[in-house]
Each structure stands twice: as C-alpha cells, then as structure tokens.
C-alpha cells in the first residue's frame, strides 16, 4: 500500500477504534439491529469494528484492497449508525469514504455503480437522462436563473423520477412567500461520485454548481434531498477546500419555522389517521434534523404519529443509501423489509418521510411484501393540506 | 477449498462459514493489547447440533476451536493463528422468559443488554444489570468469564445467578447442568440440585473445558425506586473505611471507588465514592441514611449525585468523573492493558499507594505518553474488585512494548500479595496460573479429561496448547 493513499489521512481515528461492538446493534431496544451492512453480510467484516479491523490491516500491510475488500466497504448505506453510536466518537464514515477513494483509485468500485458513475459524467444526472430535461417538471420557468437570495437545488431523483415532489417542494416555497431561484443548469451534487470514491469528479460538479449558485447572488439554498444538502454542507468545503459561500437549510426546517410562526395551517388530514415516520439517515443522523419533519406532522389535524421503536438517532436505515441497489440489491431489499416490518408494527396506515430516496425505496419495497402501508412524502403532504395566512 | 472447509460448510452452510482474509481478520482480537493470531476459518452455528459437529470434526482433524461472542474483554483471549473461530452470534435468540419461576432463558449469542431489554418491557430485570463492564457482551461470553457486573456490591458476580447451562464438551457430547440435568423432568430452575455444581465448573472456564450453548439465570422484578450519593473524601483511607462500613451495612447495591486517575471535575478531594441503592421507597431511605452515615463517619463530604445517575443510567464510565463520554473517550487512540482483581477491600489502604508510587517512579510511563486511566473499584459484599487501567498509545510501538511489560509488572505486584484476577482468558493467565499450585494442576488434570486434543481454546487460562 503506498503512502499517498487517503487512508493514510485516517490512521489515527482507526487506532481509536476500542472494539467494543456498540456499533452492531441497539441493545437498549431488545434484540433490534443498529446496521444494516452487518445484518446482511453478517461476517463482522460487514460491520464498521471489523471494517475498522480491515483498514488497520492494510494499514499495517497484513491485507491488500482486493475485491472482497471493496464489497465490505461498498455494501454500505453510509447511514452513520455506527458513527451515531460510537463509544468513542469515532467518525467511521470518514474512515471508510477514505476507504472508498483508495478501491477507486485501484480501480476496485463495483461495476453498476462505476457504471452510473460514468453516465453521470456525460449526463450531470444519475439516471442517465437527458440534461435538457432537468426542468421538464416546471411549467412556470418564471423563476429560473432569476437572481435572488434563495435558491432551491432541486437533485437529481426530484428532478427525473420524483417530479411531484420537486413541483410540491416548489409550490410550498413558492406559498411560503419567498424569493427564490431555480438553476437551469443545476448539475448532479456529487454525492454518487463521493459514494463511488471520485472525489476529482465531484470536485468538477461542486465547483459548477457552487459558480452558478453564486453567480445569481444565492445567500441560502433550500433541498428537499437531504442526500444534496449533506454533500454541500460537508462534502462541497472539504472537496474544494474553501467555505461554502451560502447556508443552507432544508425544506422541513422552512416550514417548520412557518408552523411556528403561525403562518402555515394545514387542512383536516383523515380523522384519526395513524401515520409513523422514517427518520432518512441523512436528514437525521448525516444533518442533524430531527425535530422539524415532528413539528409539521404534529401540525397536521386528525393525524396521530406513532414512533416506530427504533426512530431519531436510532432510526434504521430504509437500505437506498449510497447507491447500494445498483450492485447489492439484495441488501437493499432484506434493509427496507426490515425496515417496513418494523413501521407496520406501529399500526400506522401511513409511513411518512422526507427524502425522495427513501419514498423511493419505500414505495418499491412495499410491492415486494405486500405491505399495506401507504408511503408519501412529507413535503407532498403538507403541500396538499397547506393553509397559508 | 480445503476439506475442513468443506465439511464446515456442509455442517453450517456455505453463508455461514468463510476463509476469506478479510473476514478473518475480523475474528481475532478483543479489546485487550494484542492483536492475536489470524484464525484459518470463522464458522458461525445457528444451532446446539451444528456446534456438536463442528466440535467432534476438531477432534477428528485436531484442529482447534476458538469461541467467538463479542470479544469485549480486555485482556487478551488468545486467538491463535491458523486455528477455526466459531462465532456464536446466530445463536441469540430468547428461548423462554419465566417469570413464575423467575428465569430467563437465552442462547449463548444473545446480547446480555437485549435480554435485560426484553424483560424490563415486563418490569423485570436480570439478577445482575451490566453483564460485566460493556452492555453488547454475549450472555455466554459473559459466563464464561464470569465477568464482575455493576451491581456487584449487593447482586456479587454473574455466576451466582446462572441456574442451569447446556454445554456442548469438547468431545461433542451435550450436557445440562442443575436441575435442567434430569432428562425425565429437565427444568431448569435450582444449581444446587442433582449432585455437584457443574454449572460452576463452567462459570469463569473461558470456554476451555466446553462450549456454553444455553444459559438459564436469574431474574427479579425492577426495584421500586433508585437513589444516589456521591463523595468526597481527602484521605484514601477514610474512603475505604467508609466502604468498609457500607459493605458491612449492606447499605449499597453498587459502590464504587475512584482512587486514581483523572478526579472528577469540579471536585475537590483525594478518594472518591459513588453509591447506588435500589430497593422499595422505604428501604431505600434507610439504607441512604446508612451510606450517609458511613461517609460523615470518615469525613466524607457530600457532591451532587448527579453524575452517579448519569453514569447508571447512561453505562457511560465517564460520568463518574463528571465528564462527557465525548471528552473522555474521544481523540485517544490509546489501548489498556488491564489488570484488575479481587482483594480484601483495607488491602487498597497499602495497595494504591503503591500503585501510584510506582508510576510515579516509572520513567517509561512520562517518556511513552502513559496516562492513569483509573485505580477504580467495583466493591463486591465482602471485597473490593480493583481495576488497574493504564493507557498506552496505540499507535507507538515502543509504548505499546511498555504497556505489556507495566502490566506484568503491576500483575507481579498484586498478585504476589493480595490480588486474585475475575476474568483471566489467555492475556492474565500467564501471571496467576502458576501461582495456583495444585488447584492448577487439577485444572489441567480436568482440561487433558475433558478435552484429550486440545480443541478448544487452547492455551486460554494457561490450560491445553504450549502450556502442557
């Protein structure tokens, strides 16, 4: 192993490492699992105490990235569970994006997501589809590249496949009485590339993004993905080693503070409706954002929420992390099952979110089992209820 | 493939065993020093049946075994290189919560805090909370090394509340001990019956003598309430006269002493105990006033109890000196080569300042960046239980040569005068063992009996592999 490689970089915090397996399972909730990687690969080489154990081996020359290496780090949703839960603060998702450069740079990322990697270089967009199309979702183009102080950075998934939920996002901040933009030549956010270990490539998107964000004089980016506002609020400063010119928020904080400051009501939802909600492991536990998704459900009348047991800090991820299906969809599928089986338990009929990857998973997931839990997205909801003062 | 492979994975399946490098690589340390031998193989059993296989397939072979539940020990359990790690991690689940006969059963691989999770959902509790010093223990592993848990000055040790095991042999024979043995009625309710104590035999064997595939322990409803104190004390040997006096008034249902180490912030003072007390409401506030008056006895100043419940509450050691986990765990890549034991509780009078003398004196400890993390003490009823925990730097091998030679050093001087290690796997076995004279001979005797190949953990607890 040369010298140069990133993990390099990490050493100290894999030295940290107690292994005290904290970062297996929730112990406190009963037999419940913390990470998905662990519970589907179950060697604990798929956990992050033996991935940990893995890089300190090739730290230490005893093991070389090889293909059974790059599957232990890539079969990973990066949902920061084992990071959340660490007993000693360890950021293990540091060490294994570390990790993710080094296979990359070994020509080692696996082959469907390389793959999507390359289009995403042609296309600036995940799904291969045109760029021209980005916009096809917005009728009313009134507002695109119209400088203002706020920006909505639509991403990729709302963009293409979940449109309702870039026209909802939309409308709501539209409603909300703000200014804002929307970018015609908004680009992918990078985080495929991050996921993928490219940090030159997303460096490229960052960069573009960041300039034409900048160039209509954006102060405060607004997202629905919580995938996107991660990736510009940790990854975009590190990747191009400067502070990012503009704060960001995301969309559920917007309209959490228009619940609070009594501007946003929302119509009657189904009376006694029992709806439970999925804490997106990037919105939760990657941005920190708990409360304000609470705050706008709670808002709702006629809606009861019921907390699935592990929900917050210990939510279980829904498997869409970081791109695993493309390679390891039969991890995806045994996470989001789990995952549905446990938002049935609660006996709610709806499963809320706030994340177009996990509304995505969900609706997918639920075919396969037959699940009768309806899934939508929170903004969806609000945006379809919405009583603006 | 090889043919042990092979046949394991026809036992097992072929998902559940594996040769991979990276895999096994993940199979052969604790949270002890050292980093231990590469394992060959790691096979995972689902069931009693598969590890009664793999068990007689070592025989047959003579390959041996190491037992795999957490590895949360921190002394060093001895993988050796090249051996088979069977991983009971499948073998988890909760076979049945008794409250009638105030049991619960679980195999081997099921998390000690997940069962005590279960059963508080019921308003029970097992006997003993912690299972030792990390909640994501096994409650097998937790036997098996008979691990000293929070609680210990009023519940004493894991193995007092084990009913009944299965326990595969090393020649794959399937046993069950207690009252669980008579095969017209097996229930497992009483240790003490049908002849002598095998369950004990087992308890603290660190998987040598066979392999823990069941355990039955006790469990009691959750104590009505739980009330703290902490103090201060300006003389080491008031507070352990204060714990004396605790002991001997049953007052605590877990005492510790803070005797080394960092102090807790914000307080003033030399020695420091922590009490916790669970019982109904009204013996509750009496045994309070009784660990009052203990510590006002021997001049000891009361704190804010605060960071006794946060510790309890929360399983994070470093509320007991007042600090965040985050501030005393975090950006230390440090490793502990423990020693700790059991000693008559006015022994810690001669035996900290001893200890502290003897870093003061050691110029190695300043040169390598050693730290004291603590000369802590769980206080059992009748004895204090020391842990002598010093941080190396894990990254320096000159430190990391200094730590092993600190805790010979420190197991020397304990354990020459009044120390008898808890938990002692392989790392400690080397220091007690030989000091044992014939009860270590009759272990060895029982090892060469029970296990004529040597197939399980051998070398652990100096019994079997070089040791004979």
Redesign the interface.
């Known amino acids: 192993m040369t010298d140069d490689l990133p993990l390099r970089a990490v050493?100290?915090?894999i030295?940290?490492c107690?292994?005290?397996?904290?970062c297996?399972?929730l112990?406190?909730?009963?037999?419940?699992n913390l990470c998905p990687a662990y519970a589907y690969g179950?060697?604990?080489?798929y956990g992050a105490?033996?991935r940990i154990?893995?890089a300190r081996?090739l730290l230490e020359g005893?093991?070389e990235y090889?293909e059974?290496?790059a599957q232990?780090i890539f079969a990973c949703t990066e949902c920061r569970a084992c990071a959340e839960h660490c007993?000693?603060?360890i950021d293990t998702v540091r060490i294994f994006a570390a990790m993710r450069r080094d296979l990359a740079a070994c020509g080692l990322i696996p082959p469907a997501l390389a793959a999507v990697t390359d289009g995403l270089a042609e296309t600036h967009n995940l799904y291969g589809k045109p760029h021209e199309k980005r916009l096809s979702w917005l009728k009313d183009k009134s507002r695109v590249d119209h400088p203002a102080r706020m920006a909505f950075f639509v991403g990729c998934t709302p963009a293409y496949v979940r449109r309702t939920l870039a026209r909802d996002t939309y409308a709501v901040l539209a409603a909300s009485g703000l200014d804002f933009t929307v970018l015609s030549d908004e680009w992918c956010c990078g985080h495929p590339f991050m996921a993928a270990g490219q940090q030159e490539r997303a460096a490229e998107v960052m960069r573009h993004n960041v300039e034409a964000l900048k160039a209509l004089g954006v102060e405060r980016v607004v997202f629905e993905c919580p995938g996107c506002m991660r990736t510009f609020r940790e990854d975009v400063p590190e990747v191009l080693g400067e502070p990012l010119p503009f704060e960001v928020a995301h969309v559920t904080e917007e309209l959490a503070r228009q619940v609070e400051a009594g501007r946003l009501r929302f119509d009657v939802f189904q009376a006694g409706a029992v709806v439970t909600y999925h804490d997106p492991c990037t919105l939760g536990r990657g941005l920190g954002i708990y409360d304000a998704p609470r705050t706008i459900i709670n808002a709702i009348p006629g809606m009861r929420l019921a907390e699935m047991p592990r929900h917050g800090r210990d939510a279980y991820c829904c498997g869409a992390g970081s791109f695993v299906r493309y390679d390891y969809p039969d991890f995806t599928d045994q996470t989001g099952h789990e995952r549905l089986r446990e938002a049935e338990s609660t006996g709610a009929q709806y499963l809320l979110t706030a994340c177009p990857a996990c509304v995505t998973q969900f609706q997918y997931v639920r075919g396969q089992i037959n699940s009768p839990l309806q899934v939508m997205d929170l903004i969806t909801l609000a945006n379809r209820l919405a009583r603006w003062r | 493939m090889s043919e042990l492979l092979a046949r394991l994975q026809s036992i097992c399946g072929p998902e559940h065993v594996s040769d991979v490098l990276a895999d096994r690589l993940c199979y052969r340390r604790d949270c002890g020093p050292t980093p231990g031998g590469v394992p060959d193989i790691v096979v995972r059993p689902e069931s009693t049946a598969e590890v009664v296989e793999i068990v007689k397939l070592a025989n047959e072979v003579r390959k041996p075994i190491f037992l795999w539940g957490r590895a949360t020990t921190f002394v060093d359990f001895g993988v050796q290189e090249g051996c088979t790690v069977m991983a009971l991690d499948l073998m988890n689940r909760i076979l049945k919560i008794d409250l009638e006969n105030q049991i619960v059963t679980a195999e081997t691989g099921a998390i000690w805090h997940a069962v005590d999770s279960e059963l508080n959902k019921l308003g029970w509790e097992m006997a003993v909370p912690g299972g030792g010093g990390m909640f994501s223990c096994t409650v097998g592993g937790t036997v098996a090394y008979n691990a000293v848990p929070h609680g210990i000055t009023e519940y004493g040790v894991t193995g007092e509340h084990v009913v009944a095991l299965e326990v595969v042999l090393p020649d794959g024979t399937v046993i069950h001990t207690g009252s669980a043995a008579n095969t017209n009625a097996p229930l497992p309710i009483e240790r003490g019956a049908n002849g002598p104590d095998l369950t004990g035999l087992f308890i603290g064997s660190c998987g040598t003598l066979g392999v823990i595939t069941e355990v039955t322990l006790r469990i009691h409803r959750i104590p009505e309430c739980e009330r703290f104190l902490f103090y201060a004390f300006d003389r080491l040997d008031d507070a352990v006269d204060a714990a004396s006096a605790i002991q001997s008034q049953q007052a605590a249902t877990f005492l510790i002493g803070l005797f080394g180490g960092p102090k807790p912030d914000g307080v003033e003072g030399e020695a420091f105990l922590h009490a916790i007390i669970r019982d109904t409401t009204v013996e509750a506030e009496r045994r309070v006033r009784a660990v009052q008056v203990c510590c006002e006895t021997f001049q000891g100043r009361p704190q804010d109890p605060g960071p006794t419940r946060r510790y309890w509450t929360e399983h994070m050691y470093s509320w007991l000196r007042n600090t965040p986990a985050s501030a005393y765990y975090g950006g230390r890549p440090y490793y502990c080569p423990e020693v700790a034991g059991f000693m008559p509780t006015q022994a810690l009078k001669e035996a900290i300042p001893l200890l502290h003398k003897y870093v003061a004196e050691n110029e190695d400890f300043a040169r390598v960046g050693m730290r004291v993390k603590g000369f802590d003490v769980y206080f059992s009823p009748n004895a204090a239980f020391l842990w002598v925990d010093t941080l190396y730097p894990e990254m320096d091998s000159e430190a990391w040569q200094v730590g092993l030679g600190v805790r010979a050093e420190i197991a020397e001087m304990l354990f020459s005068r009044w120390m008898s290690p808890g938990g002692i796997v392989a790392g400690i076995a080397p220091y007690i063992m030989p000091r044992l004279g014939t009860t270590y001979a009759l272990l060895k005797t029982l090892k060469a009996a029970l296990d004529p190949n040597n197939v399980l953990n051998p070398g652990v607890l100096g019994l079997g592999g070089d040791n004979d």
């Open positions: 050493a100290q915090p030295y940290e107690l292994r005290c397996a904290f297996f399972d112990s406190w909730l009963g037999a419940a179950a060697f604990e080489s105490r033996g154990a893995i081996a005893e093991l090889d059974s290496v232990r007993f000693k603060y």
